[in-house]
């Protein structure tokens, strides 16, 4: 399994300040594979993906991609690295002064010496991966929710990257470009041979298109495993996150002192 | 009692020391535009996209400025002179005034309120909207690519739009003192050919505006690079952005001056 790893997460840790993130993270992730990373808000899931990306630099432990320790590269060697990585942000952060076909050839003209007409064609090719071909010259601020995601999709495969992050790539989309956005991340993943990760809440849409799955809480690896492994999973946490559990391990209460104390009826108690 | 000046000592310590860092953050910040503009000099047309949004933009309201700058100038300055028989020198008064300081430092204002803010609220939006994170993560440097071409955009344009705020302005004299008053256009237009100095005033009225331009433009990248990501961050980076630049603006002035016209009659 390590010799096929592109992504090696080994014994990672991180810090704002004194606030401790993640605390002795281990991953493996294979090439070719789709891995979800799910967790609670604040978990530390961004985080994770800045830190794969070397955004940010680990207080212990680190990242190998391809081969190569994240956080000892240069920053040009870092460079060259991420022209091997993509990633979807939240809402797509597509430059809202550039048209949907000069967003999707940006890295092309930036990285590449191609000619201009074979700029187009692939910039067609990728726009058509992602259904949007015929929306190559609208701007960003005509595009829907969706729509934005799938450029910003379309943008991330540009150079056929050997990974993807996908940073809540469900967020806010109606039904049917969940769906949408769901199937191409599966399918793309598929095409280009790359590896995916998928930082996301959704846990039935993610379930139905990931090889694998890991949960974060409390800054470790609380549960992973495959899809099935998940569902049937009767772990506390797993269980809660999976069926949506009010109540369980993460709990509905903000930690506080006794209610009765609170609203000072201690001392009628009779 | 005590309690509350040791605190408010406590408070002025605390905002000098952070004053402080950010001074050197934004030197630092200024050395690295200048490190990584080789791209804006490789690819040019990165500049001159830009000069489009901050100079061209910026043109309406310094032509309309410098008119109305100029016909104050032409008017107060007929009124005072006159009292002494000296409406002759009117033009001499009207060209000096704007190109030593106010065609340099109005402009910059102006340029300041137009294009800093608009460049400071753009950079900071695309923070907010992680445009520049997205940036990066396609390892394309966001201050060679985004922040040096608008950082020379603006050293480029405040020259030009200082000059032409002055020219507007002498013509702005010459309308209401030649065309309305009736002051004699030959002693109008020799006075002036004859007082300003090519060396002392209008290549010092040049200088002033470079300063100005570097001073305006690099605020605005810095504050805008620097705005919290949030909707008050970059409305506060863009207030900032104009209150600093006009200080800057009327603090170099004195300097510049100081040093320029020392001495000179």
């Known amino acids: 399994m390590t010799s096929e790893s592109l992504i090696e997460v080994n014994n990672l840790s991180f810090s704002y300040d004194t606030r401790p993130i993640l605390n002795g993270v281990n991953m493996r992730m294979q090439r070719g594979q789709v891995v979800a990373i799910m967790g609670g808000s604040g978990s530390g899931k961004t985080t994770l993906l800045r830190l794969i990306s070397g955004a940010i630099q680990p207080t212990s432990g680190h990242v190998k991609f391809a081969g190569e320790v994240v956080h000892e590269l240069s920053r040009d060697a870092l460079f060259r690295l991420r022209r091997k990585m993509g990633m979807l942000f939240q809402f797509g952060a597509l430059f809202t002064d550039l048209s949907v076909y000069d967003n999707v050839a940006f890295q092309m003209r930036e990285h590449t010496n191609l000619p201009e007409s074979m700029i187009r064609d692939l910039v067609l090719m990728k726009l058509h991966a992602v259904g949007l071909r015929g929306a190559h010259h609208l701007m960003p601020n005509e595009l829907s929710g969706g729509m934005a995601r799938r450029v910003a999709l379309a943008r991330s495969i540009a150079l056929d990257p050997m990974l993807i992050m996908y940073d809540e790539p469900f967020t806010g989309l109606d039904p049917i470009s969940l769906s949408v956005i769901g199937n191409l991340i599966r399918r793309l993943t598929d095409a280009l041979g790359m590896t995916s990760i998928v930082v996301t809440h959704d846990v039935q849409e993610s379930l139905k298109i990931v090889d694998y799955v890991y949960f974060i809480a409390d800054g470790v690896i609380a549960a992973h495993g495959t899809p099935k492994e998940v569902r049937e999973s009767v772990a506390p946490f797993v269980h809660q996150f999976v069926h949506g559990e009010e109540d369980g391990p993460v709990p509905f209460h903000y930690p506080a002192q006794s209610y009765e104390k609170d609203l000072e009826l201690e001392d009628c108690r009779v | ?265």
């Not at chain 2, 050919?193 to 002033?208: E, M, P, T």
């Open chain 2, 1 to 265: 009692m005590f309690r509350h000046a040791l605190s408010a000592i406590q408070n002025i310590g605390h905002r000098v020391i952070e004053g402080m860092w950010r001074l050197g953050h934004a030197s630092r910040f200024f050395i690295l535009v200048l490190l990584k503009s080789g791209t804006s000099l490789r690819r040019f047309g990165l500049v001159i996209r830009e000069l489009y949004f901050t100079g061209v933009l910026s043109l309406i309201i310094i032509v309309v400025s410098g008119l109305f700058v100029g016909m104050v100038l032409g008017l107060q300055g007929y009124e005072t002179l006159q009292k002494y028989g000296s409406e002759s020198a009117v033009g001499t008064l009207v060209a000096l005034s704007l190109v030593r300081e106010l065609g340099p430092v109005v402009a910059a204002l102006l340029f300041a309120s137009r294009a800093g803010s608009a460049i400071t609220a753009e950079i900071g939006l695309m923070k907010a909207t992680e445009q520049l994170a997205a940036m990066g993560m396609m390892a394309v440097d966001p201050v060679s690519r985004v922040v040096a071409p608008r950082f020379w955009s603006g050293v480029i344009s405040m020259p030009l739009l200082a000059a032409i705020f002055s020219v507007m302005g002498v013509y702005g004299g010459y309308l209401v003192t030649v065309v309305f008053i009736g002051v004699d256009e030959g002693t109008y237009w020799s006075q002036m050919q004859s007082a300003v100095d090519f060396r002392f005033d209008i290549l010092n009225g040049f200088i002033k505006s470079c300063f100005f331009g570097v001073a305006v433009t690099a605020i605005a990248v810095f504050e805008g690079y620097d705005a919290p990501p949030t909707a008050e961050g970059v409305s506060g980076a863009t207030t900032r952005t104009v209150v600093s630049s006009s200080l800057v603006i009327l603090g170099l002035d004195f300097i510049l001056t100081a040093f320029m016209f020392r001495g000179v009659s």
